[in-house]
């Protein structure tokens, strides 16, 4: 299993912002909350309502029978999720929140062609690799569907390099209608996309982009699936959900990750009569259970109640902001959106010095993209100001350190 870090860190406590590994050295995390822990670590009313229910005595019976903390989460979500006529089904993983998502699209369509987008990811099952459009992480020689690729929205190489956000539309959807043409024999089930890209690299197109696809899609009846499990819950300050800056609505939408702030949960949203399409779909022997179940609860409570969606805009002002200020040779772009922010760098050696030194210096960042380019962020969403601005400093020191050094 590949793990982070020259020398990998453990991490064994963690409060608020912060974890504290094995040695006892305590850092500023701010990758665990797009990852794991949207609220961060420990946050009391996550934590009793945990305790609650296993006071009850039952960590879980089967979902055959009726929990009421998946019951109330589901409604919420559904409400949330701004689908109409909303059903929700819970699993343990994005991985298998996608699955399910293509399966009954394609079930529902009686297709198995999918469209996905280049640079995407969206799990590691024989259906979500598939999709996924990074052959680092998609090298299976194998695949279930009849997947074509849309292009990305990296505007900083290859044939969409320096594009204009009109021109980049125009050219979307010449790209989808020419897939379209030239790719599939048969109709196609469906197209699923992240607003954002995450493990990609934080790279997305301009907004609208999804409604200049969901206008060609509608022209052929094909469902349009939005992979939420990094741009949901408020992270991208502007909107709830990552499809809202488009103006569309998503046929299915999926969510994971962060949201049981460290316990399995995950799930797909879609119109009744599409996740309905495959019969037996609603079971899973520990999707929804009643521990993760209550953690959502008190995750969903606590953005709504706080207005962290606000927070994400307002903290995140202050970290992209303070990045964008940085005049630095080694930095090729900041970009992102909310608490979920890219810095791309001018070489992969640049990222991985950058990636130690900010661990040497108390703060935790991801690294991804395509090429290894990019120190990638999303803290919790109640990161607060003074924790934003310690991170800022660490960091564009860091990078200071790293590009005068190069430069
Ligand atoms: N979709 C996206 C956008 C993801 O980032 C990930 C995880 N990196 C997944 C799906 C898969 O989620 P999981 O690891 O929970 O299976």
Redesign the pocket.
Known sequence: MPVYYEEPIELVTGQGSRVTDSNGKTYLDFFGGVLTNSLGYDLPEVREAVERQLRTGIVHTSTLYLIRQQVELAEKIAKLSGIPDARVFFTN????A?EAALQVATNHRGSNSILAVRNS????TAA?IAVTGNRSWSASAYSPYNVSYLHSGDRLRGLLRGMSDERYLEAAEEDLREVLATTTAGPVAALIA?PIQ??GGFTHGPDKLMSVWQRVLDEHGILLIS?E??TGWGRTGEHFWGYQAHGVTPDLL?F??GIGNGFAL?GVVGRAEVLEAVQGISFSTFGGNPIATAAGNAVVDYILSHDLQANAARTGAILLEGLRAVDNPIVAEVRGKGLMIGIELTSAAATAAVFESCKRDGLLVGKGGLYGTVIRMGPPLNLSEADAREGLEILTNVLREHGSASG
């Open positions: 993983s994005g991985t298998e996608n990811y969206h799990g590691r979500t992240e995450g493990v992979d499990v990094q999926t994971a990750k995950a």
